[in-house]
């Protein structure tokens, strides 16, 4: 047996088997490895996309307004005009409370 008794590998051990692993296997791990990093640059580059699109789009309409509001000069906004109402005149009285015996 070439490892310890208790079945873990030392850093020396490990590096040993992967030397001996095949050309194969290397070249698989070294294409996937490649293909992982493309996959991840391309799934930021779809993030950062569609972010500037709705970036561009947002200011796109903002600068519209913006616009239209230099060259528009619509006068500013008023309240709706307000209906009449009728007002009911109204007579109440006070009434003082008195103590007429113990709470119930």
């Given at each position: 047996?070439?490892?310890?008794?208790?079945?873990?590998?030392?850093?020396k051990q490990f590096l040993e088997l992967l030397a001996r692993l095949p050309a194969r296997v290397w070249l698989q791990a070294i294409l996937g490895l490649i293909?992982?990093?493309v996959l991840a640059v391309l799934g930021f580059a779809v993030i950062a996309g569609v972010a500037a699109?709705?970036?561009?789009?947002?200011?796109?309409f903002k600068a519209k307004s913006w616009i239209a509001g230099l060259f528009g000069r619509t006068p500013?906004?008023?309240?709706?005009?307000?209906?009449m109402r009728?007002?009911?005149d109204v007579q109440y009285e006070i009434v003082?409370?008195?103590k007429?015996?113990?709470?119930?």
């Amino acid at each position: 047996m070439n490892g310890p008794a208790n079945g873990r590998m030392n850093g020396k051990q490990f590096l040993e088997l992967l030397a001996r692993l095949p050309a194969r296997v290397w070249l698989q791990a070294i294409l996937g490895l490649i293909g992982f990093v493309v996959l991840a640059v391309l799934g930021f580059a779809v993030i950062a996309g569609v972010a500037a699109v709705v970036l561009i789009a947002i200011l796109g309409f903002k600068a519209k307004s913006w616009i239209a509001g230099l060259f528009g000069r619509t006068p500013p906004a008023e309240p709706p005009p307000r209906e009449m109402r009728q007002v009911t005149d109204v007579q109440y009285e006070i009434v003082e409370k008195k103590k007429d015996g113990p709470p119930r």
